[in-house]
């Protein structure tokens, strides 16, 4: 066989001229053992002759999207095991999958929480999409595989009439982000894809074409999904990172804030306070005679007692208020909207409804030291401590 007569492109080098057969017309000549023109990628094989040389073009666009796919993937697999942050990282996964999956123009991921998902990455798109929130019954909606492919993590693809069928039935009202920035009515094909953990639904990876409804073929579907399962990595990640953070400022006995939190919580609270005009309250809490309960009783009993306080607090507490143990037997809270003059009505509350011997001592907070705040509460305390036993 002449390999002229080959069904794919052949050049044919000799010393003074160069011969190409038909399916090689307008392509370069290659210079290398690859070729890359457009979106096509060829291997090229040379096999001497006594004519001269035989330059064969074997395409090989699929091996070398996958390549390029898989080491985008080992790029953010690489930033997550040298600990660069979860959310940077889905950022740099849908840009690196936008750039890969044949037929994506753009990208986003959409992060659960709760009922509501929240776009938190996106390529393509404005960056005012950012955080723009969609109900679960939307998500599923768009979706249209209907709950059990959902939870199995099945990729879909709309396209053309399709995806405007569906954009129309979403009413401005409730979406106006996704219709203002979101391009909805512009897209011609859609592959979109559950990020599925453990079986349940952590976020959602949509990928778009804007200007071809046939832009997602089986490789398509087959790299989204491997972007989808490193998405899943990351977010079982974050999940771990969150809470070890959580428990980092949680006190593992009464589940209230420990004194980190409320370090953390006091200048949010604070700042809240003076922009909406309100007091801020902080009152600090001792259980009485713990060490001696601990001694008659033993320590779970003392637990109890504890969680006892906890508790009340808890149940003290109105939606704005919130109470933290920063120490063995100490607890503070803080209570935004609450007057002084309140304070000693809150207070005589809780000791009303607890079976234990609890003193406490509030203020209205003026300034941003905290220590020196608790400092004058714990005075506080000690004086209606030494008041309650007559001292």
């Known amino acids: 066989m002449n390999p002229l007569e080959a069904p794919y492109p052949v050049y044919l080098v000799r010393e003074t001229e160069v011969v ?14 690859t070729l890359e023109v457009g979106t096509k990628t060829y291997q090229v094989v040379r096999l001497p002759a006594p004519e001269g040389t035989y330059l064969l073009l074997l395409e090989v666009s699929h091996l070398a999207v996958r390549a390029k796919a898989y080491q985008s993937l080992l790029r953010v697999l690489k930033g997550l095991m040298q600990h660069e942050e979860p959310e940077g990282l889905l950022k740099d996964l849908i840009r690196e999958a936008v750039a890969v999956v044949p037929g994506a123009e753009a990208g986003s991921i959409l992060l659960r929480e709760g009922a509501f998902f929240y776009l938190v990455a996106q390529e393509g798109f404005s960056e005012r999409l950012l955080m723009a929130r969609t109900s679960l019954e939307e998500e599923l909606f768009w979706y249209g595989l209907g709950v059990d492919n959902w939870q199995k993590g099945r990729p879909r693809v709309l396209k053309g009439e399709e995806v405007r069928h569906l954009s129309s039935l979403s009413t401005v009202e409730a979406r106006p ?10 897209i011609q094909a859609t592959l979109g894809l559950p990020i599925v953990l453990e079986g349940e639904v952590l976020a959602t990876m ?23 399962l490193e998405a899943a990595l990351l977010l079982k990640a974050l999940k771990e990172r969150q809470a070890l953070q959580e428990a980092a400022r949680t006190d593992p006995l009464t589940g209230l804030g420990n004194r980190r939190a409320l370090e953390e919580a006091f200048p949010l609270l604070l700042q809240e306070a003076r922009t909406l005009g309100e007091p801020l309250s902080l009152i600090y809490w001792d259980l009485n005679g713990l060490k001696a309960l601990n001694d008659r009783e033993g320590h779970a009993v003392g637990d109890q007692a504890l969680k006892s306080l906890a508790q009340a607090l808890r149940n003290l507490s109105r939606r ?17 909207g609450l007057k002084a003059e309140e304070i000693p009505t809150l207070i005589a509350r809780l000791q009303e409804n607890l079976p234990y011997q609890v003193a406490a001592g509030g ?11 608790l400092k004058e509460a714990d005075k506080r305390m000690y004086r209606a401590k030494r008041a309650r036993k007559g001292l």
Not at 20 to 28: F, K, T, V
Not at 177 to 186: A, I, V
Not at 363 to 373: I, S, Y
Request: charged share 25%.
């Open 206 to 228: 949509n990928l778009d074409s804007f200007s071809d409804p046939e832009a997602f073929g089986p490789l398509s579907l087959e790299l989204a999904q491997a972007f989808a």
């Open 20 to 33: 190409r057969n038909s399916l090689a017309e307008g392509l370069p000549l290659p210079q290398g053992d």
């Open 177 to 186: 982000l996704f219709f203002e920035h979101g391009r909805l009515l512009e």
């Open 320 to 336: 704005r208020d919130v109470a933290f143990r920063i120490g063995g037997d100490e607890f503070v809270s803080l209570h935004l």
């Open 363 to 373: 203020l209205l907070v003026e300034g941003e030291d905290l220590e020196a705040l």
